[in-house]
């Protein structure tokens, strides 16, 4: 089975930084994903690792501990339309991802 | 570009009722998924497709049943609905290969009384 957790809530103001932590035990492993879902609307990709280290894509920077089940997700220069939740996945090595439970990220003026 | 059609968007159904959410999509791709959405518990995996003809149970398959006559559509069917279904339902692919990357469906809101 997968157990995957990660913060229900953080909040942040607009143009900060914010680091959203994600710790994983699992049977398998063949990468970490990353989600964003705004209210109402369906998940979007964000990032995967599978290899350890950073991962940037413009504001977005996500890394992979494997040794350590560890993920995090870095959001630089918040803006407002970054409000959302995010979601940590973790793939089992049969392209079935299990989901932590998501972080609700309110950005403030 | 369509990507996944779910249908119906939000339905309100009476217990014991039956159900089917109609999934369907266009790229083409191998594996296709269901998953539940509840506050406090994030996705759950209900059932899955590797490919066309083929099926899997996820965490949650109970109450639950899904067919893969082909490789575009995915149905999936509540037998005799119950309360605890209630939920938002996320249809999703993926080409099965390289990262598995998940491309999701608008989702189905379904509300059993």
């Known amino acids: 089975g997968q157990n995957i957790d990660q913060p229900t809530e953080m909040t942040a103001t607009e143009g900060a930084i914010v680091q959203i932590n994600c710790t994983y035990q699992?049977?398998?492993?063949?990468?970490l994903f990353w989600y964003q879902q705004h209210a109402g609307e369906a998940p979007t990709f964000l990032s995967y690792?599978?290899?350890?280290g950073l991962e940037e894509k413009g504001r977005f920077s996500s890394f992979l501990s494997r040794s350590k089940g560890y993920s995090y997700l870095l959001l630089k220069e918040l803006q407002m339309k970054d409000s959302a939740s995010y979601l940590c996945?973790?793939?089992?090595?049969?392209?079935?991802?299990?989901f932590g439970a998501g972080t609700t990220v309110t950005v403030r003026a | 570009t369509a990507g996944i059609t779910q249908a119906p968007t939000s339905q309100i159904l009476a217990a014991g009722r039956s159900m089917t959410l109609r999934c369907t999509q266009d790229?083409?791709?191998?594996?296709m998924y269901w998953y539940r959405q509840d506050l406090g518990l994030g996705l759950r995996l209900i059932h899955y497709?590797?490919?066309?003809?083929?099926?899997g149970k996820g965490e949650v398959p109970d109450g639950y049943s899904v067919s893969r006559a082909n490789t575009d559509d995915f149905p999936l069917t509540l037998a005799s609905a119950v309360p605890s279904q209630t939920s938002v339902y996320f249809c999703?692919?993926?080409?099965?290969?390289?990262?598995?990357?998940?491309?999701f469906g608008e989702g189905s809101r379904l509300t059993v009384l």
């Open positions: 999703a692919s993926s080409d099965g290969k390289n990262t598995g990357e998940l491309f």
């Open positions: 699992t049977s398998g492993f063949n990468g």
């Open positions: 690792n599978v290899l350890d």
């Open positions: 996945a973790v793939s089992d090595g049969d392209y079935k991802l299990s």
């Open positions: 790229m083409r791709h191998n594996a």
């Open positions: 497709s590797n490919t066309a003809g083929t099926t």
